[in-house]
């Protein structure tokens, strides 16, 4: 059973702009946090944007060019992104954990996630 939907990538030139979108399942939307991240080839897992009660936190890398929004009646993150480099590539994905899990550690770290959805591939070219 899927429980998180992204979509929305596609390839861009270095300095456009792409918006993500992902799909949460009703039972976990909301429920603790919910977060944004990517994984680059050969890379780790980097956390991008976190959401929780207290509102949504940023990486370093993406301030002031990412932004997250939602659409609390569909159940839908969006992740709006701007000023795009080519070390932005990397395929994204959205994360959330349930109402039985709590959400304890680090918003920005993957091991915080129960749920994940498949990713959705951004290339951004030079």
């Known amino acids: 059973q899927v429980q998180l939907v992204e979509s929305g990538g596609g390839s861009v030139q270095s300095g456009g702009s792409l918006r993500l979108s992902c799909l949460v399942a009703?039972?976990?939307?909301?429920?603790?946090?919910m977060a944004w991240f990517r994984q680059a080839p050969g890379k780790e897992r980097e956390g991008v944007a976190a959401i929780d009660s207290r509102g949504t936190r940023y990486a370093d890398s993406v301030k002031g060019r990412f932004s997250n929004s939602q659409d609390n009646a569909k159940f839908t993150l969006f992740l709006e992104m701007n000023s795009l480099k080519p070390e932005d590539t990397a395929m994204y994905y959205c994360?959330?954990?349930?109402?039985?899990?709590?959400?304890?550690?680090?918003?920005?770290?993957?091991?915080?996630?129960?749920?994940w959805g498949r990713g959705t591939q951004v290339t951004v070219s030079a």
């Open positions: 994360a959330a954990n349930g109402p039985a899990d709590g959400c304890s550690g680090s918003l920005l770290q993957p091991q915080t996630y129960a749920y």
């Open positions: 009703r039972y976990i939307y909301n429920s603790h946090c």
